[in-house]
């Protein structure tokens, strides 16, 4: 069931209603139970059998995070956690990296058969998210960094929360367990803010991400027919493709969290207003950049060994943050590449005083921003092959090719661009929310018209490949 | 959950019922979506030979094929049953080439409405063909013909690859751009053939922007119906002709305007021969034409009347096979000659 579905519209409305009709009359629990039940059915309409794995690690990360928490040696802790990262790691590893790995060695070794069927997986739904979610908890409590659950229903839930558990954000147990223990009161505006959210993410992603991917997938259909120009749109239009997708569903998980009275954290900030890398590392996927930070960074060492040491522990946080997007080498290469971009910003951050530097702020918006969209070239590309096509393209010169989806393409990319800058200066939310709901309800309105009418063409979310 | 929240969500629900219902009451009745399926039928077809350019589009456009660039219409689609292979209209033109070792890429699609072909200019000059054939019908130039004037024509126009269509004179032809917002939901909902609200709702959630509806049977034409009367250049269709020759003289790519074959012997019997200017409007598409160093094979007056099946410009067998047999050759001399120019 895809957030843009028919299908999602009926189970979430029936879901939402019958979760706050038990909630409103006292019934937490059923509720919660009821809200377990939904989420587990939401993922089996993927793949039912799948489930046992959802089951698996919630019983050992609910095990082990009691269990670490309660040992009182700390060999004892490090094997509880070692049994969690096991688990999850090694579920993950095999769904989603075994044939990678096996294609890596056949190709080392020569090996040209068929791949063996042990390798020939279908990937879990949501499985890089929700592993890395249980894994925070068990790490987190292994570093003594609040109390374990002990209800297992609300672990339960925080494992497979439907809003989130395919794609995200990614959150922490600290800030979702709390949630499950009561119903918490929220402000007077805040579903207002939820819905509000729900349908600026639908229009995000059906509306602009899809009218962006009609250019950009024409273009790397054969990268070699189009001239630098369409490359340099290309490579523009699918930076903001792939924000509108990930940032419009993260907006809806977000918001159909907040229609049950659950929040979840915030998962982009206008990233194309990011003035260096690293400041855009701070408003892209903020949920994924603070875990690796929190788990991948600060376990490598951080910046306790030196300087240097620090560089190589940013550069190698960022080349496993592009594996875990996926097994395949060009996602690496990004996240190297990235993780290059952070030490070079790093070095260059530690020689100059912090000042605004020579550059203009719009110009240093302009440098992140394409430094990004030329990353970004290394994520959509199919293979090496691409890449090198793409690379070679924009220094090659070549013919300008004009396209319908061109044209749309340069006012889509032209208009996000705008209102990415406007929303960087002026939040729109509190004055829209302050209107009348007849006014508000219109809008809305109007989107769902938009969506309806782009509907024909959408496709699945990108991140949920991963 | 606070009254105000469920005011949004109240307010929400009523305005898209009110929308939804809105689109049902528009939605016409089942003679008038057949009429209309007329109109979005044509569109259709138009639009899938133009999905073809697209496979044109991903071979490429390095270098210099040897190919030549054909557009053709439905006069060269051998649309009468019971052709053999090498009765085929493409398989005759061709063999004048092979000796040469060039081929033909042919486009052909229904209607030949003249802003049809202006769009596929610039797919052809971007490939750098060694020549191009135009097929013209002066049938094209008239707005009986042509469909322009309907607003689907338009929409199909925006929905088309090709920016140059937004060249193409949408004002006059009666079409505002918000009918180009707000076509496909008017439309979604006028092609809507259920009979009722629960069918309708049903076909607006699954509507898409596809046409669907019966056969239409197009009611028979007088000959002299289906020419224009005495063309000139303020017409639009042979401004966008103008255009389109220009096109080519101007990316330096040789062009040959075939003038189609027409029902010559019928309209001197009938008078309409005189009464339609019909040799003014001919010499009207040459000089155009030449005056853009285009070359010109007028096979106007080739056929007898026995040699179409009908008042469009469609063609027997025996037509077709003399239609294409003389493109062939006369495509054959025009390459020779073009290129021996370009030699010297």
Known sequence: MLFNSLDFLLFYVAVAVSFRVLRGVGAWRPAKLFLLASSYLFYMSWNPPFVLLLLLTTAVDFAAGQRIHDATSPGAKRAWL????????????????????????????????????????????GISFHTFQSISYTID???????????????????????????????????????????????????????????????????????????????????????AANLILAAWAYSFQIYFDFSGYSDMAIGLAGLLGFSLPQNFRVPYCAENPREFWQRWHIALSTWLRDYVYISLGGNRGGEARARWNVFLTMAIGGLWHGAAWHYVLWGAYHGALLVVHRMVAARRPPSPGPLPRLARQFVTFNLVALGLVFFRAPDNAHIVAFLSGLVSGGELVTSGPFLRAILWTGGALAVHHFLDRQSVAPFFLARPPALQATAYAILAVLVFLFSPTSERFIYFQF | MNARFFRVVGYLLFELAALFALAYVRRADVAKVRAEHLYCQWFHDQWHEYEWVKGLVAQGTGGAPKVVAFIGDSSTMDLRDGHTAEQEYGTIARRHLDDLGIGLWMIRAYGNAIDTEYLLADQMIVRRPQAAVLIVNLQAFSDRFSFFRHPDRAHWIALSTVPEALWLPLEDAGVAASELLLGPLIRMARLCEASDAAGAFRELFRARFGFRGPDVVVPAARVEDRYPTALDRSYWGVQVYEAFVRKFERAGIPLLVVIQPVHVELLKETGGYERLGIDSSLNLLKEIAERHGAGVLDLSELLPEAQFYDTATHFTIEGTVAVADATGKGLRDFVLRRARRVGS
């Not at chain 1, 839930?157 to 922490?172: D, E, K, N, W």
């Not at chain 1, 509000?196 to 790397?220: H, P, Q, R, S």
Request: glycine share 8%; hydrophobic share 50%.
């Open chain 1, 141 to 227: 409590m292994y570093r003594g960094g609040g109390k374990p659950a002990r209800d297992l229903l609300d672990f339960a839930l925080f494992v497979c929360f439907f809003p989130q558990m395919a794609a995200g954000p990614i959150v922490r147990s600290w800030d979702f367990l709390p949630q499950c223990a009561a119903p918490v009161p929220r402000d007077e505006r805040y579903h207002e803010r939820a819905l509000m959210l729900i349908m600026v993410g639908l229009f995000k992603k059906v509306v602009c991400a899809d009218t962006l991917g009609e250019y950009v997938d024409e273009v790397y259909a054969d990268i070699e027919k189009f001239g």
């Open chain 1, 82 to 125: 070692l049994l969690s990262l096991l688990t999850n790691l090694g579920i993950l590893g095999y769904f989603k990296y075994a044939r990678f790995l096996f294609e890596n060695l056949a190709w080392l070794r020569g090996y040209e058969g068929p791949t063996p069927a042990i390798f020939d997986v279908i990937l879990p739904l």
